[in-house]
């Protein structure tokens, strides 16, 4: 882990009135990030714990991006910020939201962003630390919220996500990283017709095979 | 790509009855195998090209394997083999398919045969040429022949194959690569109530999103 001393709290700002920092700082912060939300994953990292491990202050975190939430999607490098997404997701009526879901993800992969998103993805297929920081990120700080906002019961919150993001999971993995046809090539929309009752199921249905 | 002469042809048995043939035969065929599936993907690899590639006479693929199928099993070295999988899920009512379908498979999961399982997906979702084999494999030769047996349309097996295979990618994924709790830890049986229905329309029920 590289220790870095900052010379000037960057929050000091010149005359110009923008003033991006250090970046040696801000790569080193983001490196040591990295290394805590692999270690921990994102519940167990703390801003403290990633500062000191990048050897600067805690405030200059708070500083450059403001939130725990932001600080990791700038250290996995997210094209995207699922914070955002979720926030949109939420307005609307919960009877629509695996439509909603499904439509604005694909959206998402065939934009500029997709590449990246894919990049993402494969490494967390094929890494253990970035499968656990990316998992519990994207079910409990995306899904799990989103479906709270919705009131959907604690208790059943966890479950529910988890099957919304298993099904996700596996037409981002089928389309865009194996390419099984004709899934791969079919317009977005023929895939939402497809997918969205399952994740609606998923989301306010019965998952406990009693029928209902 | 090693060339191997075969001095003998091992179907010129010996008196104990038991020949298994020269093991650097075997594999020289196989690696020649792996290759050729990953270059030109199931359907397009031959047995004739397999022979060329190995340098031995294509009767001894035959002498050795017994089909393509089986050939490509042991070149990807499954621990299970799904025509054997797919003959047992063929026997039964289509109304039930989703339900033996994902049952069958967790049952191989959480068998011996489970890691060796997991190291394959893991390789399919890393390497390019991989998933194509078996991507092509799982889907034509396994699902959507299965599918077929049940007369389910030549012009919609390949998708409600594709959308199979999607959900099923997804679960094992989900609860065996990345780990999403509580869907890792859960039950077979309590995964199957979840997400059997799923299968269940995927197979026999309205895909297009026209209702019924």
Same mark, same amino acid.
Do not use: C
């Given at each position: 882990?590289?220790?870095?001393?900052?010379?000037?709290?960057?929050?000091?700002?010149?005359?110009?009135?923008?003033?991006?920092?250090?970046?040696?700082?801000?790569?080193?912060?983001?490196?040591?990030?990295?290394?805590?939300?692999?270690?921990?994953?994102?519940?167990?990292?703390?801003?403290?714990?990633?500062?000191?491990?990048?050897?600067?202050?805690?405030?200059?975190?708070?500083?450059?991006?403001?939130?725990?939430? !932001? +600080?990791?999607? @700038?250290? &996995?490098?997210?094209?995207?910020?699922?914070?955002?997404? %979720? =926030?949109?997701?939420?307005?609307? *009526?919960?009877?629509?939201?695996?439509?909603?879901?499904?439509?604005?993800?694909?959206?998402?992969?065939?934009?500029?962003?997709?590449?990246?998103?894919?990049?993402?993805?494969?490494?967390?297929?094929?890494?253990?630390?970035?499968?656990?920081?990316?998992?519990?990120?994207?079910?409990?700080?995306?899904?799990?919220?989103?479906?709270?906002?919705?009131?959907?019961?604690?208790?059943?919150? !966890? +479950?529910?996500? @988890?099957? &919304?993001?298993?099904?996700?999971?596996?037409?981002?993995? %089928? =389309?865009?990283?194996?390419?099984? *046809?004709?899934?791969?090539?079919?317009?977005?929309?023929?895939?939402?017709?497809?997918?969205?009752?399952?994740?609606?199921?998923?989301?306010?249905?019965?998952?406990?095979?009693?029928?209902?």
């Amino acid at each position: 882990m590289t220790t870095v001393r900052v010379g000037q709290h960057p929050a000091v700002r010149g005359r110009t009135g923008r003033r991006p920092g250090n970046p040696d700082t801000r790569q080193a912060i983001l490196d040591a990030a990295a290394g805590e939300f692999a270690r921990s994953g994102y519940g167990g990292a703390t801003m403290r714990g990633i500062a000191a491990a990048a050897g600067v202050d805690t405030a200059l975190l708070h500083h450059y991006w403001g939130s725990k939430n !932001a +600080l990791f999607m @700038a250290a &996995v490098q997210a094209p995207i910020d699922p914070a955002d997404i %979720a =926030r949109r997701l939420a307005q609307g *009526e919960i009877s629509d939201l695996g439509r909603r879901l499904l439509s604005t993800l694909l959206e998402q992969w065939e934009s500029p962003a997709g590449p990246a998103l894919l990049a993402l993805v494969r490494s967390a297929l094929g890494d253990a630390s970035t499968a656990r920081m990316l998992r519990e990120f994207v079910v409990s700080q995306v899904v799990v919220k989103l479906l709270r906002t919705y009131r959907v019961p604690d208790d059943e919150a !966890a +479950l529910r996500g @988890a099957l &919304v993001v298993s099904q996700v999971l596996g037409v981002i993995t %089928a =389309r865009y990283v194996v390419g099984v *046809e004709p899934l791969a090539s079919l317009p977005p929309e023929a895939v939402v017709a497809a997918v969205a009752p399952t994740l609606q199921r998923y989301i306010d249905g019965d998952v406990t095979g009693a029928g209902g």
